[in-house]
């Protein structure tokens, strides 16, 4: 056994439960906005189209510190370590989740969101580059396996505590809220003791030959490209699933007819919930069935065609109760749950001088994929006259896409990991 598997072994345990957490607060953190959105922007003084609008215009101003700060967190954990950049992130977060619980005016959130942004395009990327180089080709999948699922159930907390009445005093629920992440967040930095290094990052730093964090590489070199753009097309199903399924669940709830009782009606906050239970039941059953056909390809291939098939039940199943929507909801979500398998994979493309760039860029430029998707979704909509068949194209074509690139890779179960490029 190599020094780099005795150095592995002691330390990828500390690794995995550091950043299954941090990934808990940062999903915590990306879905507590859409669920307080509403009430904290009434808060300000913004409502009814002024609030849909400044809420639609925080959210791109976050996205757009996610596009800029995976690209940013990517570069630094090649040419500086996995670990800073694993704890670097969670603490910029954690100071913006805190610090947006006390704005006051629509420029203060908006500037808070977009430090956060920032921040939460970092931390899964890390964690997942760091464990997957830790731990063992044989198992690896196990480890990203527990930290998208638990990771994942941060949504669900989100969900229950913007939602909940806690009446304290003077200060608001949404404020609340965001307070509680930023305390979550930085509670982590604690864990920092005992969370050591990769021994593959350590050596590759002794190779100056090679160049490390190169982001533009993945652009110009042609073999790089191909599997860059092929990790990110694989990963938007998901992103479709939630962007547009269930994000919209009110509108498509109304279109088909859902069976709501009186005086209840249906949530996109709950949806959000029920999705993200989905999501990380999911990723775990979905890591389990890699590593027992001892293939990535296989499992995601198996969920995007789950996926369609769970969308296609949510959207042609008119006049059912709201219980089985909601129950439609979460199939949805366990049906796009192979995230921890797509950045995996997304890890285990590249050399260790470009897997940070590579594994912390897509999974954000995949979340970014909304803002192509949306544009599609309305068109076909208006083209059909009808949202559920311009979704139902969408899925369509994005899951035919992924599977397509998903032909075209490699399967990366048995890589070693201990390669540059």
């Not at 907390?157 to 305390?183: K, S």
């Not at 003791?193 to 490390?212: A, L, M, P, W």
């Not at 962007?243 to 498509?252: K, S």
């Not at 979500?333 to 995230?339: D, E, H, I, P």
Request: net charge neutral.
């Amino acid at each position: 056994m190599s020094e780099i598997d005795n150095y592995s072994k002691k330390a990828y345990i500390p690794a995995i439960i550091i950043a299954a957490l941090g990934y808990f607060v940062d999903i915590y953190d990306l879905i507590l906005f859409g669920v307080i959105r509403v009430q904290s922007l009434e808060s300000l003084g913004y409502k009814g189209t002024d609030n849909t609008f400044y809420g639609e215009w925080l959210i791109s101003i976050q996205m757009f510190g996610m596009l800029l700060g995976g690209i940013l967190w990517g570069v630094l954990g090649d040419k500086r370590g996995r670990l800073s950049v694993l704890f670097g992130s969670i603490m910029m977060y954690s100071v913006a989740n805190l610090l947006n619980g006390f704005v006051n005016s629509i420029e203060a959130y908006a500037f808070w969101r977009f430090v956060a942004g920032i921040g939460l395009a970092g931390e899964l990327g890390a964690g997942i580059t760091l464990v997957s180089e830790l731990m063992p080709k044989e198992t690896r999948g196990y480890g990203t396996t527990i930290i998208a699922g638990f990771g994942l159930l941060g949504g669900i907390t989100a969900g229950l505590i913007g939602n909940y009445e806690w009446n304290l005093g003077n200060l608001e629920n949404w404020r609340l809220a965001y307070v509680i992440g930023g305390v979550m967040g930085l509670a982590l930095l604690i864990l920092r003791i005992g969370v050591h290094e990769s021994g593959i990052f350590e050596k590759s730093k002794d190779n100056y030959s090679v160049k490390r964090g190169d982001f533009l590489s993945l652009f110009t070199n042609k073999k790089k490209f191909e599997k860059y753009l092929q990790c990110i097309t694989i990963g938007i199903p998901t992103w479709v699933a939630v962007g547009i399924l269930i994000l919209f669940a009110p509108e498509f709830a109304k279109a088909l007819n859902i069976e709501v009782p009186e005086g209840e009606k249906v949530k996109a906050g709950t949806a959000v919930m029920m999705a993200y239970a989905g999501l990380a039941t999911g990723d775990i059953f979905s890591g389990i069935i890699s590593q027992m056909l001892k293939s990535r390809k296989k499992a995601v291939a198996l969920f995007i065609i789950m996926t369609v098939f769970f969308s296609s039940l949510y959207l042609f199943s008119p006049n059912v109760d709201l219980t089985t929507f909601y129950i439609f909801c979460f199939l949805i979500g366990f049906g796009a749950g192979f995230w921890a398998i797509f950045v995996t994979i997304a890890s285990e493309n590249f050399g260790t001088n470009i897997r940070a760039t590579a594994t912390t860029t897509i999974p954000n430029f995949v979340r970014g994929s909304v803002s192509l998707i949306l544009p599609i979704y309305n068109f076909l909509s208006q083209q059909t006259g009808s949202i559920i068949y311009g979704a139902f194209i969408v899925t369509i074509l994005f899951a035919s896409i992924a599977l397509l690139s998903l032909s075209q890779m490699k399967e990366t179960f048995h890589n070693d990991l201990d390669f540059t490029e």
